[in-house]
Structure formats: structure tokens, C-alpha cells
């Protein structure tokens, strides 16, 4: 597509203008100086880079040569220019004569009139022409240009010359342009609406792409509004949360303060009650007469005794541990989940607490355990973990005999303790919290060999177990009348519920208590179990 009177390129009048595939129209000359884009050691260039549409379009086997020639972008430049006098070349064009299709001045058509030859020719206005242009003008074959392209090759597709049908579209189907540029034309137009078509479409598109973009813009200003909305809610709600640590730290300070002046204002009034009774008794042991000694003797020695037996603590009651977690939860602040809390539990060894069904007992070879449960110097749940805990469990017989115990820190102030011990025998279980023994520490534990498994059935009685076999016997000892060696109901030895055929255990799930038996009980015992 032209682009206007003058070469996008050189910005120059048209020099032979060549339409590209992507219909711009270039000179001839711009054409041949762009850098090309085929392959190194070719002849002919593939395809070179549109300057205007920077697309990359191909170019004929002959080169820029074979290029379609831009017709309309020449007849667009001579328009545009100021025409001259295609006969004199000095005037202006004015008119154009219809039948040479020559540009004449106001003086040369006058003459074109009056000439026998070329009296009898149609000339009109030059601006009554479409565009100014050069249209109806005669268009010359390149390749023979004395001879006008009036013929237009079918096989082809293009327009040719007399000579060109002669020569090397010889053989090819051919008819006057006239003749074609209605089928051509219409099928050009068909294009053309399809076009049109698609490029309202694509119109639609951009409209829609630039709505997009202005509602994206839009919806990013308004998240960008609730960001900073959120942003300074939250700092709005740290800047809380931290003033509330401040007082809090505040208050905290002020609480120990007050505790320990309590305490040294105790704590100095005994000593100066304590000082003050030590001088007068030694006043009195050592100026005192024996009788003045033995007079005030009651009341010394009831003020000294009185001052010996009261309460004193030999530490300050408070302590300087007080301690910021940042990954603490601290709860909801202005709507906002905030972090960061004061620790100022303290753990206190004596008030942690051992907790288990198993405390005390355990078996060979089994997993067993218990649970710590560490809490402050107020008696609460310390509520998280990280303690030094160590638990020690040895052999009270074998020295050399220890057990190496898994602690599990549940973060929440309770440790789950678990072992395996692989002696049976009396154990001891020291566990410690920060080096000190904790509530009920040291506890003996009692380890017991593996659980003995029961080798006989358990069953109501001997007699129905057996189906009534006078060999079969039961370890409850019950005896029946005529021969039969095992129990039977309401006979003599019969526990009086169902119980277990190889030690009398009347609790199903237990340990077998049965010794090694005999031969003989033992055969009974697997002939009554096999039945």
C-alpha cells in the first residue's frame, strides 16, 4: 500500500516503485540497498525486513526486479506534484486529453483542438479526473516498452503485450483487460469484503483489548487501594500490638519492682529487728551483772527465739527472666493476626508431674512410656516447649545395665517419653528439668520378662471342652465323680466361671501363670485344646 507521493524510505519522489507483499511500496533503488536475509553464498536474496511493517517478506527468484511495479503510488506522485505540460513542459497541466491520454496547459490543449489529427479527441478538466491522477494514461510493457499492456494472460495472471503473446506467453490463454476486469475484479471485491469483515472483527478486538486494558488499570488501582488499605490497617494494628507489649513489659517490670522492694522492705526490717537483738544481747552477756542477766533472760530469749523461726526466703522472689517470642501467636489485633508475645513463665521443676497408666511397670523387649507434664511456678501449663529435659533410667542390679530412653517434645509444654527396656528387674528413673529433679523423681520402675502366652483354651470346664474325655485335665485342679481327671460344673475344684485350662486364670486377657507342666498334663492340655 502506498504510502504517499514519496518513498517511506528516501522520502524522494517515486523511482519505479515496487509493491511488496505486504502491498508497501518502496523504490526500486531503497529496495536493492536493504540488508537482505538470505543465506550467505546465495545469488539472490530470499527475503528482506519491510522498513515500515518490519515484516520479513520474500522476494521472486529474480530478485527486486520481479517485483509487481506500484502503478497507483506513480499516478499518486504525479498528482501530488504540480504536473507539468506533457507537450511544452513549461506550462501547468490543466486538462487531460482522453484519447492520447496526454496532460496539456490551457495553450496546448487550444492547439490539440485546433490539429486535423487530433481535433476530434475528448479532453477534460484535470480535476475532474478520480484523484488527480494519472488514470486512463497508458500503462507500457517492461519488457517491450513501445507496445501498451492491453492483454491479460489467464495461465499467467498477468497483464501482458502483443509482442509478450507472440513471444513468451505464446500458446497461453489471453483477452483483452477489458474483458477480464469485471471477473477479476468481482473476485478482488469478494476479498475485499472478507477483509472488511475481519477487520471489523479485528476493530471489535482492539476495542475490547483497550477496554481490558482500562479495566485492568482500573481493577489494579483499586487492589493497589485495598494493599494500601491492608498495609496500614496492619501497621496501624502492629503499632497497637506493640504498645500493648510496652505496657504489658511496663506492668511486668513494675510487678517484680514491687515484689522485690516488698521483700527488701521485709527483709531489712527482720535484719534491722535481728541486729538490734543481737546487741542487746550482747550488751547484756558481756556489761550485764548475772542477776541482770538472769532477769532478762525470759524476754531475750523469747525475742531471739521469735526472731529465729521466722519464714525467709534466701532468694529474691522474683527473677530477671523475661523473654520475647516473636513466632508467638498473640490473637487477633484490629481484625489482624499479630505475632509476638512476653514469656514470663517461669518452669518450675517441683510442680512438673509425671503422667502414665505404665509408670512404674513395664515389659521385656516392649515399648512403653509416660508423659511429662511441665508447668510454672504458679502450677499452670507452661503451654510451650524447648526445655532441657534428660531422663535416666538404670539397672538398680547391673550397673552396667542402662536404658536409652526418646524424648518427644510436643511444644506445648508436655514431653512424651519412650523406651524399650531389654533386662527384666528393678529399674531407677531419675527425670530431670533444667538439672532438677521433677515432682515423684527419682521412681523405681519394675521391668517383668516377656508376656507369657496361655498354651490351653478357655473354657467353662473341662468336661465340654473335651467332649467329655475323662483324660482331659484343667489347671484349676476340679475333679468330677466316675473317672474324670478335669473339672466339671458344680463339681469339686471348679472355679465357678469360665477360666483357662493351663494355669486357671479366670481373666481371659492375662499372662500365663503356669509352670512347665508334665508329660502327662501336658498331653491332656493339647488333647483338650486340639478337641
Not at 476530434?120 to 478538466?125: N, Q, Y
Not at 507496445?147 to 503485450?161: G, K, N, Y
Not at 506492668?251 to 535484719?271: F, G, I, M, T
Request: with cysteine; charged share 20%; net charge neutral.
Amino acid at each position: 500500500m502506498s504510502s504517499g507521493p514519496r518513498c517511506p524510505v528516501c522520502h524522494q519522489p517515486w523511482v519505479s516503485p515496487r509493491l511488496l507483499p505486504c502491498l508497501h511500496s518502496l523504490c526500486a533503488p531503497c529496495l536493492r540497498r536493504l540488508g537482505t536475509l538470505g543465506e550467505p553464498g546465495r545469488a539472490v536474496a530470499r527475503s528482506v525486513l519491510c522498513p515500515v511493517c518490519d515484516a520479513e517478506v520474500a522476494l521472486p527468484p529474480g530478485g527486486v526486479g520481479q517485483l509487481t511495479p506500484d502503478y497507483l503510488a506513480l499516478s499518486r506522485g504525479g498528482a501530488a506534484a504540480a504536473a507539468g505540460c506533457d507537450l511544452c513542459a513549461d506550462g501547468a497541466a490543466a486538462r487531460r486529453c482522453l484519447t492520447c491520454g496526454a496532460d496539456l496547459c490551457l495553450f496546448c490543449c487550444q492547439a490539440h483542438r485546433r490539429q486535423k489529427k487530433t481535433a476530434s479527441h475528448a479532453v477534460t478538466e484535470l480535476e475532474n479526473i478520480k484523484d488527480c491522477s494519472q488514470a486512463g494514461k497508458p500503462l507500457f510493457c517492461p519488457t517491450h516498452p513501445t507496445e501498451e499492456l492491453r492483454l491479460f494472460c489467464e495461465q499467467c495472471d498477468q497483464p501482458v503485450c502483443q509482442d509478450c503473446v507472440l513471444d513468451r506467453h505464446r500458446q497461453h490463454p489471453y483477452d483483452f483487460t477489458s474483458n477480464v476486469i469485471h471477473r477479476h475484479g468481482d473476485a478482488l471485491r469478494e476479498l475485499l469484503k472478507t477483509t472488511q469483515q475481519h477487520t471489523g472483527t479485528l476493530e471489535t478486538v482492539m476495542s475490547q483489548i483497550d477496554d481490558m486494558g482500562s479495566a485492568v488499570c482500573s481493577r489494579a488501582e483499586a487492589v493497589a487501594t485495598e494493599i494500601s488499605l491492608f498495609a496500614s490497617g496492619y501497621v496501624k494494628a502492629i503499632e497497637e500490638h506493640r504498645d500493648q507489649l510496652l505496657k504489658q513489659l511496663r506492668d511486668l517490670k513494675v510487678q517484680k519492682e514491687n515484689l522485690l522492694h516488698l521483700q527488701k522492705a521485709q527483709v531489712q526490717q527482720l535484719l534491722l529487728d535481728m541486729r538490734t537483738g543481737v546487741e542487746f544481747t550482747e550488751r547484756l552477756l558481756t556489761s550485764g551483772s548475772d542477776l541482770e542477766i538472769l532477769i532478762t533472760k525470759g524476754v531475750v530469749a523469747s525475742r531471739l527465739a521469735k526472731l529465729n523461726s521466722v519464714a525467709y526466703n534466701t532468694h529474691p522472689t522474683v527473677d530477671d527472666r523475661i523473654q520475647f517470642s516473636p513466632q508467638e501467636r498473640a490473637g487477633q489485633c484490629c481484625g489482624y493476626e499479630v505475632f509476638g508475645a512476653i514469656l514470663n513463665k517461669v518452669i518450675d521443676p517441683a510442680r512438673c508431674t509425671l503422667h502414665g497408666e505404665d509408670l512404674h511397670s513395664a515389659r521385656q523387649n516392649q515399648l512403653t512410656g509416660f508423659t511429662l507434664l511441665c508447668n510454672d511456678t504458679t502450677g499452670k501449663q507452661m503451654g510451650r516447649g524447648g526445655e532441657a529435659v534428660q531422663i535416666i533410667i538404670t539397672h538398680k542390679e547391673k550397673r552396667d545395665c542402662s536404658v536409652k530412653p526418646t524424648v518427644c517434645d510436643n511444644g506445648d509444654g508436655t514431653y512424651h517419653v519412650s523406651y524399650s527396656p531389654e533386662e527384666p528387674g528393678l529399674y531407677a528413673v531419675c527425670v530431670y528439668v533444667k538439672g532438677q529433679h521433677v515432682q515423684g523423681s527419682p521412681f523405681t520402675l519394675m521391668v517383668k520378662s516377656k508376656f507369657r502366652e496361655h498354651r490351653g483354651v478357655f473354657h467353662c470346664c473341662a468336661f465340654c471342652s473335651s467332649g467329655g474325655q475323662k483324660a482331659a485335665r484343667c489347671a484349676c485342679g476340679g475333679t468330677m465323680p466316675g473317672g474324670y481327671q478335669g473339672c466339671g460344673h458344680g463339681h469339686k475344684g471348679h472355679p465357678g466361671c469360665p477360666h483357662w485350662s493351663c494355669c486357671g486364670q479366670v481373666k481371659e486377657s492375662s499372662e500365663c501363670l503356669g509352670g512347665p507342666p508334665s508329660d502327662n498334663l501336658q498331653r491332656s492340655s493339647l488333647r483338650t485344646v486340639v478337641l
